[in-house]
């Protein structure tokens, strides 16, 4: 299954997985708050000795966990405005402003122009992207890297959000998944190139 087969997901169920998200993160930051805080207390009244060295270990490991939620929430706010009908939900909204911001634009431009150099014979900084994909889109991917990094063409969050995916999900990317067709690959760019010429031609 690639980013464009995936079932969108309804309004209901998208509040869900955020506010359960959004409960995980904040419940993994305070318990590695207090856990941390316990162990400073611990090595403080134990002068110094490792007895609170476990809870501080345990404490960054909470931290990561809040990362992992975090990281989570994320990528399903990149989801829902790649998905385009989510935009009820106000951190959908903000998402998407943040996706168009200037400096999201030109990491995303950066990404696309690497992924493209992948299809580039020779050594390549991008060695992730298969660079037999990569080489027959590559002029698709530069145009593509040009439009969304010039901050002066309007492009839709949409196909912002559907870029950043084909970027940084490998399993459902078929810029990196060999399970996934050529086909799926020309279906993507198609529909980001879609979005993005009826967004300049508006």
């Not at 305070?30 to 110094?48: D, I, N, R, S, T």
Request: with cysteine.
């Amino acid at each position: 299954m690639s980013l464009l087969d995936e079932p969108p997901l309804g309004l209901q169920i998208a509040r869900g997985r955020l506010a359960e998200l959004n409960r995980r993160v904040r419940h993994r930051l305070e318990w590695a708050l207090a856990v941390a805080v316990l162990g400073v207390l611990v090595l403080v009244l134990y002068g110094g000795g490792s007895a609170g060295v476990p809870l501080l270990i345990g404490a960054g490991a909470g931290l990561l966990l809040m990362a992992n939620a975090c990281d989570d929430r994320r990528r399903l706010l990149v989801r829902l405005v790649a998905q385009d009908d989510a935009w009820a939900i106000d951190e959908v909204r903000s998402a998407a402003g943040r996706l168009l911001s200037s400096k999201e634009r030109g990491r995303l431009s950066r990404g696309l122009r690497l992924a493209a150099e992948a299809g580039t014979p020779g050594p390549q900084d991008f060695a992730v992207v298969r660079p037999e994909r990569a080489y027959t889109v590559a002029d698709r991917l530069r145009r593509l890297a040009a439009t969304i990094g010039d901050t002066r063409i309007p492009v839709p969050a949409a196909a912002v959000a559907l870029c950043r995916r084909l970027l940084s999900e490998s399993f459902l990317s078929p810029l990196y998944n060999p399970h996934l067709s050529e086909r799926d690959l020309d279906r993507i760019l198609r529909a980001i190139e879609h979005e993005v010429g009826r967004k300049r031609s508006a």
